[in-house]
């Protein structure tokens, strides 16, 4: 079986930081992508970050300069790094990844999102 585990969410106040990781388990020949997204309630789920397996990382406009997505490739992991948080980053943050396992093939996974509230 191969799954993606969040963990780091909570509760923190305006100005803040707080780091999310996403470990990725199970039999995985490689990882082509891991990325971060994130549904505040009545809200379509946005990307907020992406980093891909030659490193190279997007990011929304409205985290640009706060947050930062980084990996671990021997732990199969991704970190997203978030500092100066508003109370608009309030909602659930899902890690998603684009990996080569075996016999599927090509999978995009997600995990099932950890939580992150700011008050003001």
């Known amino acids: 079986q191969v799954q993606l585990e969040e963990s780091g969410g909570g509760l923190v106040q305006s100005g803040g930081s707080l780091r999310l990781s996403c470990a990725a388990s199970?039999?995985?020949?490689?990882?082509?992508?891991m990325a971060w997204y994130r549904q505040a309630p009545g809200n379509e789920r946005e990307l907020v970050a992406r980093?891909?397996?030659?490193?190279?990382?997007t990011y929304a406009d409205s985290v640009k300069g706060r947050f930062t997505i980084s990996r671990d490739n021997a732990k199969n992991t991704v970190y997203l790094q978030m500092n100066n948080l508003e109370p608009g980053d309030t909602a659930v943050y899902y890690c998603?990844?684009?990996?080569?396992?075996?016999?599927?093939?090509?999978?995009?996974?997600w995990g099932q999102g950890t939580s992150v509230t700011v008050s003001s």
């Open positions: 998603n990844s684009d990996v080569l396992v075996d016999p599927e093939g090509y999978l995009d996974l």
């Open positions: 199970g039999s995985i020949f490689s990882i082509i992508a």
């Open positions: 980093i891909t397996d030659n490193d190279a990382t």
